[in-house]
């Protein structure tokens, strides 16, 4: 049996792995995210292309199968990562604020003899919010290790009007796509 690697230190996609069972190792992936401009390629390729990059970049052995994952948000066309600052927080959520967007995943399971990558989407919808309520919410420190600059499974949930699709996608962690990616790559 093959021994899964996981690409990646998220918290939310150790604790989704964890939860389906899945005895996993850490490995960081060695790439730079800023070497992928985001900006050149469309935002469904992008993320593809970035998880892909993730999974490659820490396969080792002939023994392993490795995940790698990359979560982005694009309103009106914007590509929206992790915000770095209060500041740059503040100007994602406000850049949200009222408006639909989408959370991408890309996902890629790999192995010396198989590659699949596939991504999910899903649709979001802000309600409309007082600055005043975004930053007090970027006060809470949740913003900067989430695309977009909000959880929805924490504080930033109660910004959601609705949602069209897979909230786990949105968490981070396409849970279904990924069953079926598993589940094919152990077969084939």
Known sequence: M???ILASQ???R???LKKLGIDFQIRKAKIHESDFNPNLRDPIEHVRLLAFHKALSVLKSKNEIVIGADTIV????????KPKYEKEAIQMLKKLNNKVHEVITGLALITHEKKVVGHDMTIVRFKKLKDKDIKKYVK???SFDA???YKIQKNGGKFIEY???DID???GFPVKLFKIMYKWIQEF
Do not use: F, Q, W
Request: hydrophobic content about 40%; overall charge positive.
């Open 2 to 4: 093959k021994k899964i």
């Open 10 to 12: 998220s918290p939310r």
């Open 14 to 16: 150790i604790e989704y």
């Open 74 to 81: 694009v309103v009106r066309g914007e590509i929206l990562g």
């Open 140 to 142: 809470l420190k949740e």
């Open 147 to 149: 695309a977009g600059g």
């Open 163 to 165: 949602i069209v699709g």
């Open 169 to 171: 996608n949105v968490v």
